[in-house]
């Protein structure tokens, strides 16, 4: 267990629905990032964002949004969605006091767009 | 892209047999990353090595790293069953900032009991 949790597990939904993915990073840790991972395109990051703030930005699309609160969990938000956003969605989590890039990832959120 | 690339893409092995898998990349780093994904499941962090280190071990893990040929080799040596998973790199480039990381595709290790 990384100590990051995800919910929901699994999203069924319908193309142009909008879903919000969440995510709550290991105690203490500040940075929180999202990553797309499907079949044909390995994992992709999406965006960082450390203590609130949104530090780098991926392959992210301008239907999708994130955002990190007071308490530092991470929400992804997913709208218009089309059947090509089915994949699955890892949060992971660093710990900038470590000076290291070594990431803890979360279990995952299997979207399935019908 | 900066995407590492990992080859082979899929490899079979023995139970005890030694499995290697390479990742090459394209410009100057930081340090090399590897993780593990069982199927379906979030990664896990195995062994991280930095631009002015050559070799590390961890348990039956040894990751090489040359720099010169921007490649890096990660062994699993006396392989078991339980070792059946994707394996990527990922890689902190230079003046990526954030310490963002960039993964590979993964090569799928199926060893077989």
């Known amino acids: 267990d990384s100590g990051v949790t995800q919910t929901p597990k699994h999203l069924i939904t319908a193309t142009g629905q909008r879903v919000t993915l969440r995510c709550s990073p290991r105690?203490?840790?500040?940075?929180v990032y999202w990553y797309q991972q499907s079949l044909d395109q390995g994992l992709q990051f999406l965006i960082h964002y450390y203590n609130g703030e949104e530090r780098a930005k991926g392959n992210i699309l301008e239907r999708f949004s994130a955002q990190q609160f007071p308490d530092l969990h991470s929400e992804l938000n997913l709208s218009s969605l089309e059947l090509g956003d089915s994949a699955l969605y890892f949060c992971?989590?660093?710990?900038?006091?470590?000076?290291?890039?070594?990431?803890?990832f979360g279990p995952g959120t299997r979207l399935t767009v019908l | 892209s900066q995407q590492g690339e990992e080859d082979p893409q899929a490899l079979s092995i023995q139970e005890g047999e030694n499995a290697t898998m390479n990742c090459s990349y394209k410009?100057?780093?930081?340090?090399l990353q590897w993780y593990r994904q069982n199927s379906g499941r979030g990664l896990v962090h195995l062994i991280l090595i930095r631009s002015n280190e050559r070799e590390k071990h961890s348990g039956r893990l040894r990751v090489t790293l040359d720099t010169s040929k921007k490649s890096s080799s990660l062994l699993i040596t006396a392989s078991r069953a339980a070792d059946t998973a994707s394996y990527f790199c990922?890689?902190?480039?230079?003046?990526?900032?954030?310490?963002?990381?960039?993964f590979g595709k993964g090569t799928k290790l199926s060893v077989i009991p």
């Open positions: 410009t100057s780093i930081n340090n």
């Open positions: 990922a890689i902190e480039y230079s003046g990526a900032g954030s310490y963002q990381l960039t």
């Open positions: 992971a989590s660093s710990a900038p006091r470590d000076r290291t890039s070594v990431q803890f």
């Open positions: 105690s203490g840790d500040l940075s």
